[in-house]
Nanobody, 121 residues
Framework: VQLQASGGGLVQAGGSLRLSCAAN????????MGWFRQAPGKEREFVVH????????YYTESVKGRFTISRDNAKNTVYLQMNSLKSEDTAVYYC???????????????WGQGTLVTVSS
């Protein structure tokens, strides 16, 4: 599975962005998908995960109520809608695929190349 993240950009605090992660391959629907982010000088951190069928999601506390993950298995794409953005959301955002539920980053099988989100205050 190859993943291509897109949709990053520069936005003012309080604004919104929608990230997309497109996958090739016919096995996309068998993978849970996660979004991670890495801010400058910091370690990569978990943001959210969605199960293979979209029925289950898990968000890190700092984005609950502001970010929404969804997926369209017919389009082999997972989305991250980000609202009420804050300066601390500035980071490179990565999508990743895993056959397991809520595992450490090392257990994700495939990673996208990342897309930069910059939130200006």
């Amino acid at each position: 599975v190859q993943l291509q993240a897109s949709g990053g950009g520069l936005v003012q605090a309080g604004g919104s962005l929608r990230l997309s992660c497109a996958a090739n391959g016919r096995t996309f629907s068998s993978y849970g998908m996660g979004w991670f982010r890495q801010a400058p000088g910091k370690e990569r951190e978990f943001v959210v995960h969605i199960s293979w069928n979209g029925d289950n999601t898990y968000y890190t506390e700092s984005v609950k109520g502001r970010f929404t993950i969804s997926r369209d298995n017919a389009k082999n794409t997972v989305y991250l809608q980000m609202n009420s953005l804050k300066s601390e959301d500035t980071a490179v955002y990565y999508c990743a695929a895993s056959r397991s539920w809520l595992v450490p980053p090392t257990r994700y099988d495939y990673w996208g190349q990342g897309t930069l989100v910059t939130v200006s205050s």
